[in-house]
């Protein structure tokens, strides 16, 4: 979903996908992510607009990047591992 900007938050919730292992959202203006939760997920880039990162029960997450922080406001992070 790279350079897609008419959207500012999206929900990848568990049930809806089952088989994704990779989230790009680099260049978007998604401010809000919410990350289906469990062991599957191996990578996430965030755009450069998130202001609130919450990651919970990811510990599959091997890569995690940030095209910015300057607009990151919230941080709540809760895993056994994370990278």
Same mark, same amino acid.
């Not at 994704?20 to 965030?46: C, F, Q």
């Given at each position: 979903?790279?350079?897609? &900007?008419?959207?500012?938050? $999206?929900?990848?919730?568990?049930?809806?996908?089952? &088989?994704? &292992? %990779? $989230?790009?959202?680099?260049?978007?203006? $998604?401010?809000?992510?919410?990350?289906? $939760?469990?062991?599957?997920?191996? &990578?996430?880039?965030?755009?450069?607009?998130?202001?609130?990162?919450?990651?919970?029960?990811?510990? !599959?997450? %091997? %890569?995690? *990047?940030?095209? !910015?922080?300057?607009?990151?406001?919230?941080?709540?992070?809760?895993?056994? *591992?994370? !990278?």
């Amino acid at each position: 979903m790279t350079n897609v &900007k008419s959207l500012s938050a $999206i929900n990848l919730d568990s049930d809806h996908t089952p &088989k994704l &292992k %990779e $989230i790009i959202l680099t260049g978007t203006n $998604i401010s809000n992510v919410a990350l289906p $939760i469990g062991d599957r997920l191996t &990578k996430v880039h965030y755009p450069a607009a998130l202001t609130s990162l919450t990651i919970t029960n990811n510990n !599959g997450l %091997e %890569e995690v *990047k940030f095209e !910015g922080l300057n607009n990151l406001e919230t941080v709540d992070i809760n895993c056994a *591992k994370v !990278g």
